[in-house]
């Protein structure tokens, strides 16, 4: 299994400017989640979604940021438009049944600077 | 909000010494994990203990759990330069959130 894909794993942008993200799931894993990480914050749970339907996106810190899950296999997380102060690295994870005996699998995360 | 928390923050140890980090959270919990995450990549997980167990093992690695105090607390043994990376502890909340906390930067010093 290739593990949770990413893309892009860099992305430099302009204030203002629209950010999508994208993330490949393990196949058979019913949940995913997206984390942001910076230094101040740590990791932070933007959203989570179970057979992509989401769950909670409590975390998600403005509607500038929209996520979605269209299929079992693919999830993109949106900025629109984005902010400097949104520049982190953003992970995507996805499990079986988090709660249970089943770890998360991360991606390598996408970098994002927003200038 | 942050369920857990690690501690120390930062700790570097001669190499083949053992590394000890603590987590500490607030509330109850189904499950702790421990991940480790390198430099630039993503994170990777190592052990899950169960509220019902005390103490688990993986290879150099030793999980214990003390529910009463709301703490686990993380050993790797005989540590190798590999092994420098950042520890994080995670708990899964009665939102069924899995929370992070800020994490433990381990240096093994040659």
């Known amino acids: 299994d290739a593990g949770v894909i990413q893309s892009p794993r860099h992305e430099v942008t302009e204030m203002g400017q629209e950010v999508t993200l994208r993330c490949k799931p393990i196949?058979?894993?019913?949940?995913l989640f997206w984390y942001r990480q910076t230094m101040m914050r740590g990791l932070e749970l933007l959203i989570y979604f179970n057979n992509n339907v989401p769950i909670d996106d409590s975390g998600m810190p403005e509607d500038r940021f929209s996520a979605k899950m269209p299929n079992a296999s693919f999830s993109t997380l949106k900025i629109q438009p984005s902010e400097p102060r949104d520049s982190a690295v953003y992970f995507c994870a996805s499990s079986f049944e988090p709660n249970y005996n089943s770890p998360l699998h991360f991606g390598n995360g996408t970098r994002l600077t927003v200038t | 909000s942050q369920q857990g928390e690690e501690d120390p923050q930062a700790l570097s140890i001669q190499e083949g010494e053992n590394a000890t980090m603590n987590c500490s959270y607030k509330t109850s919990i189904n499950n702790l994990q421990w991940y480790r995450q390198n430099s630039g990549r993503g994170l990777v997980h190592l052990i899950l203990i169960r509220s019902n167990e005390r103490e688990k093992h993986s290879g150099r690695l030793r999980v214990t759990l003390d529910t009463s105090k709301k703490s686990s607390s993380l050993l790797i043994t005989a540590s190798r330069a590999a092994d420098t990376a950042s520890y994080f502890c995670a708990t899964m909340n009665r939102d069924d959130k899995i929370i992070f906390g800020k994490g433990t930067r381990l240096h093994i010093l040659p």
């Open positions: 196949s058979g894993h019913d949940y």
